[in-house]
């Protein structure tokens, strides 16, 4: 099985569904957004990030909400975008994995280019599932997707938030250094106003200790940012990341 066919381009440009603009009123219980739309009308968006976000989730700010009239959805609208002072921002965490995959099919991510099978979901370790699992012939790369909204001063950081899930992941992925494959964590920094990447200490030291851990144990680390803009978002440059 194939990753799965996005709208996007054969530039490797994954395409917004139609945006609503709106501001945000406020984030509550996680998964939940009040937007006022241009009409006046007060609408709730899912929001789809488990992390934090006060990095970009401030009252006022302008975002951007798609609608999908499926029937067995209580939430029409989600949350897609919101406009920071430095750039537009891609808060839905559905994003990084369709657009890894369509990166890597598109030959856009140098690092991650060469093999003959893509596959998603494709559960691995512990009653894990490893987001990309990359191969040709005998060889494996498994590949983890994190998305990072988080920037402060022109620093990407991951993750936003304490993430038991997270360091699980990386031990994970040391298990399949361990057995002779290959294996990546990659960060996908949803905006255009970071510098480099470095992984959040000040919020969660152990997972930052275990992923310096990990790449001495061999596992790769890749972070890069985006072009973001109301069309769509393509993978843009690989960041420089301190440990």
Not at 204 to 221: H, M, N, R, T, W
């Amino acid at each position: 099985m194939r990753v799965k066919k996005d709208a996007g381009d054969l530039n490797g440009q994954l395409k917004w569904p139609r945006l609503i603009r709106g501001l945000l009123i406020g984030r509550y219980q996680r998964f939940k957004a009040d937007i006022k739309l241009s009409n006046g009308e007060i609408v709730i968006a899912f929001c789809p990030n488990t992390g934090t976000m006060f990095s970009c989730s401030e009252p006022g700010r302008t975002v951007y909400i798609s609608r999908q009239d499926i029937p067995s959805r209580r939430l029409k609208y989600t949350w897609e975008i919101i406009e920071m002072p430095g750039s537009l921002v891609g808060i839905n965490t559905g994003v990084p994995n369709r657009l890894v995959g369509l990166s890597i099919e598109a030959g856009k991510i140098k690092e991650l280019a060469g093999f003959d099978h893509i596959r998603s979901e494709v559960r691995y370790g512990a009653n894990s599932r490893i987001d990309i699992l990359l191969e040709r012939g005998e060889q494996k790369c498994f590949v983890e997707i994190k998305n990072c909204t988080l920037v402060m001063d022109g620093i990407a950081y991951f993750p936003d938030a304490v993430t038991s899930r997270g360091l699980k992941h990386l031990k994970e992925l040391q298990k399949e250094v361990s057995k002779g494959n290959r294996a990546v964590m990659f960060y996908l920094v949803q905006r255009m106003d970071a510098g480099e990447f470095m992984p959040a200490s000040h919020i969660d030291p152990a997972y930052s200790l275990q992923l310096k851990k990990a790449k001495d144990f061999g596992v790769e680390i890749l972070a890069y940012d985006v072009n973001i803009d109301l069309e769509g978002i393509s993978i843009n440059k690989k960041l420089p990341f301190r440990l």
